[in-house]
T-cell receptor
């Protein structure tokens, strides 16, 4: 199993450009999440999905859109990139049932720089 | 007051030292308490978790939860250079509602010097 994979690993955008980050998981997890991690700010939830075709806003959703057309994929879109969106983006996934833990598994991250 | 507070460090210790990492929280509904380890330029990975109060030991690592004080700790015995990483605490409530979402601390950067 590959676990959680993210594409691309690195990207440099100019202000105003758009892009899509792709997250894929092969663990049959129902829940998927997008976080951003910035120095001194920790991990902040952008959007999440509790199942195919559903999405919801997290803590810092402005400037981002998401889609979950297939259970295994969760896409994060930036329609008009801004320098404030320079960050490391992590995708995570987990089961939905209340297993003892319902651990979130994280991908390796995408480093995005907006100039 | 933020829901979860964690001293960001950095913390630098010699090899073999006992390391203590801590988080405090304000939400009394939190029931699951986790520690994630994040190596440089990698994603976080779950290290240990505890449900409700008490201790849990796994090799050189011990996780403690004191719900009365809203305080959790991670102890690392005989620390090794390979333990050098950022440690993030995370917590959530029981099932139901939005309780699958984790609330993270900001992470503590630990360096273990040979």
């Amino acid at each position: 199993n590959a676990g959680v994979t993210q594409t691309p690993k690195f990207r440099v955008l100019k202000t105003g450009q758009s892009m899509t980050l792709l997250c894929a998981q092969d663990m049959n997890h129902e829940y998927m999440y997008w976080y951003r991690q910035d120095p001194g700010m920790g991990l902040r939830l952008i959007h999440y999905s509790v199942g195919e075709g559903t999405t919801a806003k997290g803590e810092v959703p402005d400037g981002y859109n998401v889609s979950r057309l297939k259970k295994q994929n969760f896409l994060l879109g930036l329609e008009s990139a801004a320098p404030s969106q320079t960050s490391v983006y992590f995708c995570a996934s987990s089961f939905s049932q209340d297993r003892p833990l319902r651990e979130q598994y994280f991908g390796p991250g995408t480093r995005l720089t907006v100039t | 007051q933020k829901e979860v507070e964690q001293d960001p460090g950095p913390l630098s210790v010699p090899e073999g030292a006992i390391v203590s990492l801590n988080c405090t929280y304000s939400n009394s509904a939190f029931q699951y308490f986790m520690w994630y380890r994040q190596y440089s330029r990698k994603g976080p990975e779950l290290l240990m978790y505890t449900y409700s109060s008490g201790n849990k030991e796994d090799g050189r690592f011990t996780a403690q939860v004191d719900k009365s004080s809203k305080y959790i700790s991670l102890f690392i015995r005989d620390s090794q250079p390979s333990d050098s990483a950022t440690y993030l605490c995370a917590m959530r409530g029981n099932s139901g509602g939005s309780n699958y979402k984790l609330t993270f601390g900001k992470g503590t950067l630990l360096t273990v010097n040979p």
